[in-house]
Each structure stands twice: as structure tokens, then as C-alpha cells.
């Protein structure tokens, strides 16, 4: 699975680096529905790509996002309001007598104030950090597609519900921002062969047991232990991941453009890290082949998965 991934947020990059089109009426209903009350996740980087805006339509996305910005301020303001009081309640309670709830109540209102200051600063800042373009599943990234006979570059969710199945196929399904690729003409069977995209990654992270990235066995009676591993290739250079993607829409209910990223048998290194799967990049000769898929020749679309781009990947333990 890709459990998290750093991203290519920058639209205007895609136009320089690919010739794309931005879908700004979809990224613009996607900020108002956020200033508007929905839940929708998105990477600072997405924010900071229209922190400049040149059209009527750019100004209108800052607008949103300024909009969302100040509410989530008021609200995070009231929150560290009443973490403070709960973290002073707390330790007068344990000047009088140490107790294990008062000792757990000043623990987790310390965690949450400090996670709320980090979230105001986030807000804040101007400066860019390399964290701002990292995606998690639920949070929205920029998918390019082709529409038209032409690149065009959408927002999606990093999770994919196909169109036609309820909404509740998102808590049944948790795993569907990841397209197995043995799954694909099974599980996946309305979207291969029909609806492709490209993610542009330059670091994956995944979720690994300590000892099977140590190589070693556990002692009897050691609990194993999770780590985060950052992947990045080698030499760097940004990755075209294979991405299914779906149009859903509903009476009564918001559109949602959502996608899933392909993944495969992992390479020798990353196997060796302790994790059985891996995102599958695509080369660049073969772009327009993966987005304009042929439907009645699905063996040319494993042709183009299986002759992937190859790189190195180097790892180390999450920061």
C-alpha cells in the first residue's frame, strides 16, 4: 500500500513540466465547499500554489482559502482556550493529591495544545516546508488526466469510490486509495482500462514492522514495534504514478472526484525494508498511452505497468 506520499501540489509546475490545463472550475468548487463547512482535507502545498493569484478565477480560490484560513483560526483559538483550562484544572488538582486521572487529563490537554499551536503555525506561515506537499488517504492531491484529447489537471480525493456504489463504501472499503494490480480486472474492473491518471510523487512513506526491517527475528516474548519508512528514488527525480480514478455523483449529495494509486510487487530494496508493496511509476514515453487507455487491449496497459520506470529505492525512518 502507499500510506502516505509527497507530491507534485504546484499546478503551474504541470503546466510547465507536462503542458497540462488546470481544472480550476473543480478546484475552485472544492475551496468553496471547504469555506462552506465539508470535510475535505487538503496539503498546504495545494493552498500555496494559488497564494499568487493572476485571473478572476485564481482570486476567487484565494478568496475561499482565506475564508477557511480565518475560520479554522477562530475555532482552533476557542480550542487552545479550553485545553489551557483543562491543563490548569488539571495540575491545580495535583497540587492537592497526585491521582491517575488528573495525571492523564494534564497529559493529553499538554498533547493537544501542543498539536493546536503546531496547526495555528501551519496556518500562519508563508514559508514552504517539505511536509506542506505530503498526502495522506482522505486528503485531496492534483491528478492529471486527459480530457479531450488534452492534459488536464483535476483535484481528487486519495481515495477512490467508484461511481455507481453507495457512500458507505468508504468505511467498508478502507483500503481503496490502493488499486492492487492483480486486482485490476477484478475489484477494479470498471476503472482499468477506462479511467487513468498520473500522481506526481517524489517519496513514498509505509508503515513496517521494526524487526522486519532489521532483518531479524523477534526474541520470545518481544513485541515487534511500527516505524514509518520514507522511500525516495535514486537519482531523485519526480515519479508519474499509475492512478485509477472515478467520477461519483448522487441525488442529493456533492460530486467527488476521487483516486486510487496502483501498486505492485515491491523492488528487491524495498522488500528487504520489510514492505510487500509498492507504487507503480510509469515512464514518461508511455503518458498519453496510460491516460488515453484502450479498453479492448488491456494487455498493453499491463505492458505499459510492467515496463515501469525502475529506480533505486533508498530509505531511512521517517522524521
Excluded at 463547512?37 to 475561499?64: C, H, N, V, Y
Excluded at 493529591?97 to 497529559?107: L, N
Excluded at 510487500?276 to 479492448?296: G, M
Amino acid at each position: 500500500m502507499c500510506y502516505s506520499a509527497q507530491i507534485q501540489a504546484d499546478y503551474r509546475k504541470f503546466v510547465r513540466m507536462f503542458g497540462a490545463t488546470l481544472s480550476i472550475r473543480e478546484f475552485a468548487q472544492l475551496f468553496f465547499e471547504r469555506a462552506e463547512g465539508a470535510r475535505a482535507k487538503l496539503p498546504k502545498a495545494m493552498e500555496d500554489a494559488f497564494a499568487d493569484p493572476q485571473t478572476d478565477a485564481e482570486r476567487e480560490i484565494r478568496a475561499s482559502i482565506e475564508r477557511f484560513n480565518a475560520q479554522e483560526t477562530a475555532r482552533l483559538e476557542q480550542d487552545l482556550f479550553t485545553h489551557r483550562a483543562r491543563l490548569a484544572q488539571a495540575e491545580r488538582s495535583l497540587q492537592g493529591k497526585v491521582t491517575k486521572k488528573a495525571t492523564e487529563s494534564r497529559r493529553i490537554a499538554t498533547e493537544k495544545i501542543q498539536w493546536t499551536l503546531g496547526r495555528l503555525d501551519d496556518l500562519r506561515r508563508t514559508e514552504a516546508q517539505a511536509r506542506d506537499s505530503r498526502i495522506f488517504p482522505g486528503h485531496y492531491a492534483p491528478v492529471m488526466v486527459m480530457e479531450n484529447g488534452a492534459r488536464v489537471v483535476k483535484p481528487m480525493r486519495y481515495q477512490c469510490r467508484i461511481a455507481g456504489k453507495p457512500a458507505s463504501h468508504d468505511a467498508r472499503y478502507p483500503g481503496t486509495y490502493n488499486a492492487r494490480r492483480d486486482s485490476l480486472e477484478g475489484f477494479w474492473k470498471p476503472l482499468f482500462g477506462y479511467s487513468h491518471g498520473v500522481l506526481v510523487v517524489n517519496a513514498f512513506y509505509e508503515n513496517v514492522s521494526r524487526a522486519k526491517m532489521e532483518g531479524r527475528v523477534l526474541a520470545e516474548g518481544e513485541e515487534d514495534e511500527n516505524v514509518v519508512l520514507e522511500f525516495r528514488p535514486e537519482p531523485p527525480h519526480d515519479m508519474l504514478v499509475a492512478c485509477l480514478w472515478s467520477h461519483w455523483s448522487a441525488p442529493g449529495e456533492p460530486d467527488l472526484l476521487s483516486f486510487a494509486v496502483i501498486t505492485d510487487e515491491p523492488p528487491p530494496e524495498v522488500a528487504a525494508a520489510g514492505h510487500d508493496r509498492c507504487l507503480v511509476p510509469i515512464k514518461h514515453e508511455n503518458l498519453d498511452a496510460w491516460l488515453n487507455p484502450d479498453s479492448s487491449n488491456l494487455a498493453a496497459l499491463h505492458a505499459i505497468l510492467e515496463d515501469r520506470d525502475r529506480p533505486y529505492y533508498e530509505h531511512r525512518l521517517a522524521a
